[in-house]
């Protein structure tokens, strides 16, 4: 954006296309450098979200049926931020994973060269971040990136056990593998996810 002006306009723009349940975004010293639409794997299926890139937060949201409306705002800080590139595979191309302390998840792109753009932008918008902040903080470990759904029939962790409408999924929030009620019967104070015991997998537990 060439301007500050400009800048504040486009930030109000996006502030408004959240509505009254969306967060403000304005803030001094905040610029909006990119925007665009990924798909974002969730934990059943790949849905298309809104991303804005700022200089110190990545926002994402639903897309509304309504043009130029967005719902589910999340804001991340970019300060903690990786990105892991991921190989194409017949299900997923064009792929990488955003992680944070609080969330992690994988988003695609359109094509190559749009997804080489994104890591270019996000990897140079963390970094600067990184670099200019006071703040000494240290992360000791990234929210793991959940396994979807559809990528696992067996418990990842017995192998034995096959998912059907009477044996369900679940998640561990240690590491993100797709376990059976038996195999997660534990839980665990994972720090970056909040002071509740969380469910995790027999596996992590025992680590």
């Given at each position: 954006l060439v301007t500050s002006q400009a800048n504040s306009l486009r930030i109000i723009k996006v502030e408004k296309c959240f509505g009254a349940n969306g967060k403000p975004l304005r803030k001094p010293g905040r610029v909006l450098k990119g925007e665009g639409v990924l798909n974002k794997v969730c934990r059943k299926v790949v849905k298309p979200r809104i991303f804005f890139?700022?200089?110190?937060?990545?926002?994402?949201?639903?897309?509304?049926?309504?043009?130029?409306?967005?719902?589910?705002?999340?804001?991340?800080?970019?300060?903690?931020?990786?990105?892991?590139?991921?190989?194409?595979?017949?299900?997923?191309?064009?792929?990488?994973?955003?992680?944070?302390?609080?969330?992690?998840?994988?988003?695609?792109?359109?094509?190559?060269?749009?997804?080489?753009?994104?890591?270019?932008?996000?990897?140079?918008?963390?970094?600067?971040t990184a670099a200019t902040s006071g703040d000494d903080q240290r992360f000791e470990g990234h929210a793991p990136n959940w396994v979807p759904d559809t990528e696992a029939d067996v418990c990842m962790h017995c192998m034995k056990t096959t998912f059907n409408a009477f044996k369900r999924r679940h998640h561990c929030r240690s590491c993100g593998n797709v376990v059976c009620g038996?195999?997660?019967?534990?839980?665990?104070?994972?720090?970056?996810?909040?002071s509740k015991p969380a469910r995790v997998c027999d596996a992590c537990f025992d680590k």
């Open positions: 890139l700022f200089n110190d937060i990545l926002v994402y949201g639903s897309i509304a049926q309504e043009q130029q409306r967005y719902t589910k705002q999340t804001i991340l800080n970019l300060e903690g931020m990786q990105f892991r590139s991921l190989d194409d595979t017949p299900k997923l191309k064009h792929a990488w994973v955003i992680s944070t302390p609080s969330k992690s998840f994988t988003v695609c792109a359109a094509s190559p060269r749009e997804k080489a753009q994104w890591l270019d932008h996000l990897t140079k918008a963390a970094n600067t038996p195999c997660s019967t534990k839980k665990l104070v994972i720090a970056s996810q909040g």
